[in-house]
């Protein structure tokens, strides 16, 4: 009973807004996250059992438990914390056992305590159904002080609110809590499920690649080590991806690494200097072949707490998704699909649209935003047409339909009749709607639209609206992507839209030579609820091709990857992969607000650890062998660093 | 019949002088390594076999092979190897097969294609029962050629020799060999088996560290990472150590990571500059805990194709291991123990015994090489006793009995006939044996006959004694060592035997105020045959403790780890782990020559990749964003360095 209130503060800050689907509480971790054999948890150490397992069905047991004192109330009893749960200790009050007692009563709260004593039920009434451990309790009869713990800096609770910048400084301590402890724990299972699936059933194998590595084409976001001859740096590679194609070439036939890459972006918001890649390569296989093996990837691995994935999982070409959801990374969740309206308004007064459609690719395009005249504010219409003014120099025209279904807007009267109809047929409007218009060419309005829709949600949400339901996991491919872009600052030049060694679309092979721009690539995109987490391509294993993309259409120095074009002369098979964000797959699975949440200990936004203070100064005589010396801005470069730092620590 | 010379040919490379137990053939790989259900090596891709599969219990089935030709004979047939083995095609004769004819006899050895047919029986007397695929052989139906091969720098077969600098330079076609297919896949598959143990049957979590970080105390080998603000710079550490730590203190509880460390020590032979291990720690732990825990780790993982291992595995005090092998990593596999024989020469005529001994530690030690009468020879004993004078400063004393036992030494008639039956009663000593006597310090006379100890293994080995059993793997625990060295510069100056963290034993902890250098600390090493791979201890997990060893001790700079002393004040729990060197122990178990050759893309010695030529000259501007600039050695420091090569490249 006293335990109930105090557990569910304990677990209130365990609601999250977005993706918390289940509210897991201490005790119940090892038992969701496992369906298989339960591992041995008290196997080698000093304990008998963890604190969170002890049932009735332990009544009467001898044990031996080791934990941080969590909770202590009026010297009589204490609750116990290991990463297994909680578990209630009875402190004795018999004169025989005053030394037990003095260390219970004295030791301060987190200090670490091993005691010795019998499993027996709670008194009647005192059963708590809360509690895992509920029903039981330890009559303690030894007791030993194994670390006494300081003033800590914050209370180990996850109700008690601190800020990020104190979470990591103290990030060992942040750790105890339980939402972080659920999300490593979750993270490591859901990978040795993955490892199970690829290595135990589909015959994959874990090959660890070299981060010493030489520079890449374009590889601006790599990061530099000195070595110890002058002038001659390897590099941190942002991902394995001339490795895996290699260990095709060289017969690997299937390839898998939970590999560290690494991007130094300078600052920017839930990124990592260093993040990790579900890595995958696979010789003979097509686009099909691996998506398919990638759904059984994820299905086989997803946490038994979650509701099953279904496989396999839609698809949709980048055009669609482009004209439908104004994104290449659709959250398919809701609907408040783009439509295009530009014949509804072909013979329109309304200047604007008049204007747009007058230009040789003019468009109206409209999202329709259900219930969005009851939902939505002034001020929300204002923010939105502020936005599309500011991000995209674009008007954008709102129409709320009252509950009577008249029309207003500031544009209502402009509407003629037989549009009004056309356009409630065409994007099924229905009272208290609210369509939300534009106008411009097809790819810039529904750029707009996609992002006026996703704050359309984020505003009905926050007014009680449930447009995107947590629990529920959308897998999607987008598929058929351009192979190149061309590029904003030179637009007679072509960029890779993902990397140089996509392979073209089969029957797009002979626009190579006369419109690349018209290309399509053999890449795919996975995308979960809105976000990008995994993306991959059939790669090119004709040495004349790579050539020709790398040399003749993109400019790119071929010195630099000689080996890789060298390699695909000797009897290179046809191969193919994908890479899968493994800390943004966990934070959308765990509904954790940042990746920061599913890192153990993950560096700041500006690339610190503020534990440790990393990067830090070195003394001079540690960069001798490295031949190299620090160029110290001058004052006035540092004047400017200070005045702009995003610019000074970005590329 | 006619592939069973050629075979033989193939396989003849595999058996190397040291370590290989068994000679696999291709196709025995999956099964040789794996005993729990085969994995599905066919799924998601275009074939419907592997080649190395097929058997007389597929005769009649239509198949899809993909693979690399092999070999090829007379236009009649030709043998495709894909990763699980080789497989006999039957090249079409008949007219209307004339396409697949021309495929399959004009594509170049090593040229990629895909062949469909039927399996059937070899004709009689063809069967060839060395291979695995010897009962059955494919006729063809259809052939596409999905790569063809240009001429190869060396050919994809393993008895071909060719040089390391070769292989490296063309690693991706000296990864089609099955003795680095062998390798690769066995090193997956270990890890595998461990992490399940390690996950699955205990409940350790598999939590990802970070690379960037902050330099250590004395981390002079750590590789330095430019950060984008002037003069901060990474370090990539050399263990997780730290974060191993923190994560207990973070109530992680049971941590593992097969962990990336990073090592810059220059040019180094047979070592690495990243390097992989298996990272374990456990709150709650003893010294008999983790060992324990170990043993079951290796037990569970070892390679279905060696004989199991036995546990627990046997133990020696550091003091015994110097004193009986002169090293603290011996091989026990031999005997040629050292014994101390001071006490028989206490009243001897040789000078040199005799002078040894009037110092204050002088002894007398010796080794008895059995039978080294017979095989060693003057050469032999001559290059001993000046490796002794060279690298020791030391004499040694040859002591050759013929089959008559009669004594030939050069000090032989000083030898007194009590001297002779008590050394002889002593060592064991029997006829055709020869004994190393040598005279001075313990530790130092200990030191170099551990030495010649295995200089003399060597000797008899070349001369065809087998003294160790390549087939044997005879893992040792080495205990008790000292916490604390002198520093060779510096005698009155102490540095940690292995690294501050590491908990002193119980029973000296009275000493470290007065005698420091006698407090045992409680760190064991793993030792494989002679070879340490892994290494571990009970951590400090008192703060006061903890600084007193930094601070006072050591003269160590605590600031540099004022977060670690600041978490264990924050209850952290009692702590112990260890360290397993993967590249090593699989280089033990494959009998490799290198570690190189069980790491898919090693650098060379001197740190190069010689494939893609890494670490790389990189363009100026690149290096702006991290304020550093390069340090051009001058004129007479280049000579110097290409002078002394080593000197330049080592720290």
Known sequence: MYLGSWLSRLCRDLSRPIGKTTQPIWGS?????????????????????????????HLGQEVTLCGWIQYRRQNTFLVLRDCHGLVQIIIPQDESAASVKKILCEAPMESVVKVSGTVISRPPGQVNPKMPTGEIEIKVKTAELLNAC?????????????????????????????????????????????????????????????????????????????????????SLPQSPQQFKQLLMVGGLDRYFQVARCYRDEGSRPDRQPEFTQIDIEMSFVDQTGIQRLIEGLLQYSWPDDKDPVAIPFPSMTFAEALATYGTDKPDIRFGMKIVDISDVFRNTEIRFLQDALAKPHGTVKAICVHEGAK??????V?????????????????????????????????????????????????????????????????SLLGKLRLQCADLLEMRGVVLRDPALFSFLWVVDFPLFLTKEESPTELES???????????????????????????????LNGNEVGGGSVRIHDAQLQR?????????????????????????????????????????????????????????????????????????EELKPYHIQVSWPTDSEEEDASATPSKNLSS
């Open 29 to 57: 971790l090892s038992r969701s996250l496992s369906s298989q054999r339960i591992p041995e948890f008290s196997s080698f150490v000093a304990r008998t059992n963890t604190c969170g397992e002890l049932r009735s069905s």
């Open 150 to 234: 300081k003033k800590l800096p914050f209370e180990i609770k996850d109700f008690v609110k601190k800020t990020e910048a104190l979470r990591l400084q103290y990030r060992y301590l942040d750790l105890r809590s339980f939402q972080m402890q659920y999300n490593l724990r979750l993270r490591s299972q859901m990978v040795m499920k993955m490892r199970e699936y690829l290595c135990n059933l589909h015959g994959f194998v874990d090959v660890e690649t070299p981060t010493l590595f030489k520079r890449t084409p374009g590889g601006a976001k790599e990061f530099l080590v000195p070595s110890r001859e002058p002038g001659k740096f390897y």
């Open 375 to 380: 939902y939505l504010r002034r001020q929300d």
């Open 382 to 446: 204002e923010f939105i047409r502020e936005f599309a003014a500011h991000h995209y120099s674009q008007e954008v025209l709102p129409i709320f339909l009252n509950a009577k279904r008249n029309w207003s807007s500031p544009f209502a009267k402009f509407i003629m009749e037989e549009e009004r109809l056309e356009l409630t047929r065409l994007m099924e409007i229905q009272e208290e709607d609210m369509v939300i218009l534009t106008a411009g060419e097809h790819e810039k309005a529904c």
């Open 497 to 527: 839209a993902h990397h140089p060694f996509t392979a073209p679309h089969p029957s797009d092979i002979h626009l190579l030579h006369t419109e690349p721009e018209k290309v399509r690539g053999q890449h795919y995109d996975l995308v």
């Open 548 to 620: 020709f993309i790398l040399a003749t259409l993109l400019k790119e120095d071929v010195q630099l990857l000689s080996h890789l074009l060298q390699a695909l002369d000797y009897g290179a098979p046809p191969h193919g992969g994908i890479a899968l964000g493994l800390d943004r797959l966990l934070c959308l699975i765990t509904g954790a607000p940042s990746i920061r949440d599913v890192i153990a200990f993950p560096k700041s936004y500006r690339g610190h650890d503020l534990m440790s203070n990393a990067p830090d100064s070195v003394p001079l």
